[in-house]
């Protein structure tokens, strides 16, 4: 039986140089920048407010989003490829605007990805994440360290809604969600929680 009070918690990673400039970011691995690092560092103790139940914490094995977990505190049990972002192909390193060049109504949610992942991929990845990370919750807290597009798409898995519905949840780097329970129905407890640096 799932506790009233288990949680899953996602986080995304901190700012990098693309994402800074809006550019697609899947299997780049571009290292955190001087404020990705700050904003790491700055959502630590929010975490440590969040006072989580012997969380398993688990990461996309991206360096982005390890170095995120390591600044904020967290030991990294799990490095699983089944986190890592919505692969991009064609589009990895372009912004929506130069996408939209050349396919002017192009959104990832709605549109594939040419040379890419498609969106039944990420969702079977998604759901198999969400499967392992419920097991664990009737005992303890879970953690994921991931990306942007991956983690609104687990939002939506969560709610029990279609990939293409993880376009409503905007995400920033080093924010977090926290997932859970209203008597037995998933719910999002909160959502996007981050913390500002100068």
Sequence with gaps: ?????????????????WSRSGQHT???DLPLTETGEREAR???????????????????PRGRALRTAELAGMTVQRQWDD????????????????IHETAPHWSV?????????SAESVQGRA??????????????????????HFSRTLIARWLELPVREGRRFGFSPAAYTVLG????????????????VL
């Design 1 to 17: 039986m799932i506790a009233p009070n288990a949680r899953l918690v996602l986080l995304r990673h901190g700012e990098t140089t």
């Design 127 to 148: 759901d198999t994440v969400l499967h392992v990370s419920a097991a664990q919750l009737p005992d303890r807290d879970v953690v994921l360290f991931g990306h942007g």
């Design 83 to 98: 986190l890592v972002e919505w692969g991009y192909g064609d589009y990895e390193g372009l912004t929506t605007a130069q």
């Design 109 to 117: 949610w709605t549109h594939p990805c040419p040379n890419g992942e």
């Design 181 to 196: 329970f209203e008597h037995g129905v998933r719910q999002i407890v909160t959502h996007n929680v981050a913390v500002p």
């Design 42 to 60: 700055a959502i630590a103790p929010a975490l440590a407010d969040l006072e989580l139940r012997n969380p398993m914490v688990i990461s996309s």
């Design 26 to 28: 899947s299997y780049t």
